[in-house]
């Protein structure tokens, strides 16, 4: 099977501008800088060639060593201080294919919440007024060494008596609003339920 022949292109490369063979089938790149190959002859290697070729060679060499001669003296006489250098016919560079940006994939940094557990149940403003959760309704007032002390509303999130004497039962989302003492109902109050607002007395 004929061998391939190319020409490497690659300036910085020892095989510049020489003829590389490669087997079939191989990388169409030289051996040495691993650039892809100009296109070259392709030949198959023939014993009886091989003499033919050497001989042809020298002849060639020959003559390039003449005219070389002959051409550098008219060279150094026409004030040139150095050589001239070919570029190649034609470098021939792979396309880079850039992904699109909506395709692009970026890895973020998975962020995590960090759930905090109070470390204490005693509320931030003991004395003056701030807002409390008593469990089963949230407190909304004056406040007295952490407890409801004055005048201030219970928001209701689960079912419970408004004063344990009386038969009045607040539902989630009824609101009481009136004078406390100590944590307790001390007063006239108002409970506010279905729409309807009713007078609560202890």
């Not at 290697?45 to 002959?70: E, F, H, M, T, Y």
């Not at 001239?84 to 880079?96: G, K, R, T």
């Not at 060494?145 to 201030?152: E, Q, T, W």
Request: proline share 7%; charged share 25%; hydrophobic share 30%.
């Amino acid at each position: 099977m004929a061998k391939k022949i190319g020409i490497c292109v690659n300036i910085d490369c020892d095989n510049y501008k020489k003829e590389v063979e490669v087997e079939p089938g191989g990388e169409f790149e030289c051996p040495l800088c691993h650039q892809p190959l100009k296109e070259g002859k392709s030949s198959k290697k023939d014993p009886d060639d091989s003499g033919k070729k050497s001989k042809l060679g020298l002849i060639v060499g020959g003559i390039v060593v003449l005219a070389a001669l002959g051409g550098g003296g008219y060279y150094f006489m026409s004030g040139n201080t150095g050589p001239d250098v070919a570029e190649p016919d034609s470098l021939e560079v792979p396309p880079v294919v850039v992904p699109a940006a909506d395709t692009m994939k970026v890895d973020t940094p998975e962020v995590k919440e960090e759930k905090t557990t109070p470390t204490s149940t005693t509320p931030v403003v003991i004395n003056g007024r701030g807002t409390i959760d008593l469990g089963y309704a949230t407190y909304t007032g004056d406040l007295k060494n952490g407890k409801p002390h004055g005048y201030g509303t219970l928001t209701y999130k689960s079912s419970r008596k408004i004063v344990s004497s009386k038969d009045f039962v607040a539902n989630p989302g009824d609101t009481f609003e009136g004078e406390f003492r100590d944590g307790k109902i001390s007063g006239l109050g108002y409970w506010k339920h279905d729409g309807n607002e009713t007078v609560v007395k202890p």
